[in-house]
Nanobody, 127 residues
Framework: QVQLVESGGGLVQTGDSLRLSCAAS????????MAWFRQAPGKEREFVAT????????WHADSVKGRFTISTDNAKNTVYLQMNTLKPEDTAVYYC????????????????????WGQGTQVTVSS
């Protein structure tokens, strides 16, 4: 089993920055990919960013490109989401997710390819 625990959320103002962390524990942690998703009230969960654990290739949603950056510290089994220039529309619960492999294909932007999820951390951006 893998446990994912997010932290770093909070209440900030428009234009502020936050860094979310997601720490993994449990079995030997060698995921294929890690990702961040978010879900705003009344909306479906949406893709934010993903990173290949070994290699570091990243992809970001158009809505956050240039403002958010996903990264990892493999030695700490941790994935980060640096969020800059936050907007009220970024308000959501943010979830990290892991695809533990083997990877059989499918879009890494889809929540369906991820095996494990954290409990989420709330990010609220006031205008």
């Amino acid at each position: 089993q893998v446990q994912l625990v997010e932290s770093g959320g909070g209440l900030v103002q428009t234009g502020d920055s936050l860094r979310l962390s997601c720490a993994a524990s449990g079995r030997t942690f060698r995921p294929y990919a890690m990702a961040w998703f978010r879900q705003a009230p009344g909306k479906e969960r949406e893709f934010v960013a993903t990173i290949i654990w070994s290699g570091g290739n990243t992809w970001h949603a158009d809505s956050v490109k240039g403002r958010f950056t996903i990264s990892t510290d493999n030695a700490k089994n941790t994935v980060y989401l640096q969020m800059n220039t936050l907007k009220p529309e970024d308000t959501a619960v943010y979830y990290c997710a892991a695809n533990m492999g083997p990877y059989y294909g499918g879009s890494l932007r889809s929540s369906s390819v991820y095996d494990y999820w954290g409990q989420g951390t709330q990010v609220t951006v006031s205008s």
